[in-house]
């Protein structure tokens, strides 16, 4: 997101080929925006379902998982230098 919006300043205070790329441009990050926006609020949709459905069981599961991945702790469990 940070990255997005550095960039999108950046083609704004320097420029671009010419207004229609501009506009193509600022078009695609709006709609990059609200998709990445609206995946957020399906997954917290779909966590409150699953916790409304399944309760305690589910929290107690989210606990010992990562929301994309494994904990750190579980991923170096049993490692020994």
């Known amino acids: 997101m940070a990255f997005a ?3 999108f300043g950046a083609i704004v205070l320097r420029g671009s080929a010419g ?3 501009a506009i ?5 990050y709006v709609a990059a925006t609200l998709l990445f926006l609206s995946a957020l ?3 917290r949709r779909e966590e409150r379902q699953l916790e409304d459905r399944f309760g305690e069981a589910y929290r107690t599961y ?3 998982t990562g ?4 904990p ?3 991923l170096f469990a049993g490692r020994t230098h």
């Open 5 to 7: 919006v550095s960039h």
């Open 72 to 74: 750190l702790s579980r």
């Open 62 to 64: 989210t606990l010992g």
């Open 24 to 28: 193509a441009g600022i078009a695609m």
């Open 67 to 70: 929301m994309l991945l494994p």
């Open 41 to 43: 609020e399906a997954a």
């Open 19 to 21: 207004p229609n790329w």
